[in-house]
């Protein structure tokens, strides 16, 4: 007697297979979240590291500066070639040096022996676009270079492009070289904040560069055009961590005052805030009616040694931000600045 064989007829796997498609679809739902989770997580984390990196450095030279300019590339006419910034730059440290140490002088015995100061005028740039130090040497977005320039108070003593400087990479290159750096830090002046944007409301230069199903976010400032101003008592930095490679997206907008731009970043990305206490210069400008003001110092006027203030000559402000444009991440951001205890006769 032939045994009758059972098994499964085609309605029956049919079923079973559309069970689990829908199963997968779901697995597929949840598991996407949790890993946009871990990867959000891990760049959070690695933006804090870099962060942390950078405020320890930024506040080492700057806490204690007793003056401090601030600018952005474009609009000090500077490039990412940094020996093509040889002259210009060596206009604004001199700028520096006639503004707070022109004819300054000091009396080393405490006397009657008066003699012009000798002193260093400090130049920290953070990278926003690849580009190269003074030498010619690559140096990538994210980087952070110091130059230092000598000069003597003495009027004739001018600070030219021919200055004897070098300009020198101040942060680990592991962060920006590492087998996983598959993501790119970008500098912005003062405190922004990271916003969700749907598709529909940017507005990119190349709508191809927008790729299908990818979240955007903008920094509320860059996408509203709103710039705002900062100051010594509240002088922050953002650092900006988004993907490499297709992460970001040009757009343009238009308000009252025209056209702008401003970028969308594909996610994940993530922001970190920096906070540059300025301790000498907000102790001066909390004191008094005189806000800000550079230290007073004895200068030499005719053969006559004076007091700044008192007279013609008056201190400039002790923080001076050049430039007054905060939200820009395709232009390195300038700090120049100098300490009083590297003065001397």
């Keep these: 007697m032939n045994k009758i064989k059972k098994g499964f007829t085609l309605l029956e796997l049919i079923i079973v297979m559309a ?183 940017l507005s990119p230069v190349n709508s191809d560069d927008l790729k299908d199903n990818e979240e955007y976010k903008v920094l509320e400032n860059d996408y509203t055009n709103a710039y705002k101003d900062f100051n010594s008592n509240g002088l922050s930095l953002t650092v900006v961590l988004n993907k490499r490679s297709g992460g970001t997206v040009e757009c343009e907008g238009s308000d009252g005052a025209g056209n702008f731009s401003y970028k969308a970043f594909a996610t994940p990305c993530t922001v970190q805030i920096v906070n540059l206490p300025l301790t000498n210069i907000a102790q001066r400008s909390n004191h008094g009616e005189v806000k800000a003001i550079g230290i007073t110092r004895p200068y030499k006027e005719d053969g006559v040694v004076k007091m700044q203030g008192v007279g013609i000559f008056k201190p400039k402000e002790a923080f001076q931000n050049i430039t007054n444009n905060i939200v820009d991440l395709d232009h390195d951001i300038y700090f120049i600045y100098c300490f009083t205890d590297e003065i001397e006769s």
Excluded: C, W
Aim: charged content about 25%; glycine content about 8%; hydrophobic content about 35%.
């Design 19 to 201: 069970i689990f498609s829908i199963l997968m679809v779901g697995v597929m739902a949840l598991i996407k979240p949790v890993s946009n989770m871990f990867k959000s997580a891990s760049i959070s984390e690695k933006t804090y590291s870099y962060a942390n990196n950078v405020q320890q450095y930024l506040q080492t030279k700057l806490e204690y500066a007793e003056n401090v300019y601030v600018g952005t590339a474009d609009k000090m006419g500077l490039t990412e070639d940094g020996a093509a910034n040889d002259e210009k730059l060596a206009e604004y440290v001199e700028k520096f040096r006639t503004d707070y140490f022109n004819e300054v002088v000091k009396s080393p015995d405490g006397g009657s022996t008066i003699e012009y100061v000798n002193g260093k005028i400090h130049v920290v740039r953070l990278v926003n676009k690849d580009g190269t130090l003074r030498d010619g040497t690559p140096v990538k977005k994210g980087q952070i270079t110091h130059r230092v320039y000598n000069f003597n108070s003495k009027e004739s003593s001018k600070i030219g492009a021919d200055a004897d400087v070098e300009e020198v990479a101040e942060l680990n290159h592991v962060f920006l070289d590492a087998r996983d750096a598959a993501y790119d830090f970008s500098y912005v002046l003062g405190v922004q904040k990271l916003i969700g944007k749907s598709q529909s409301s």
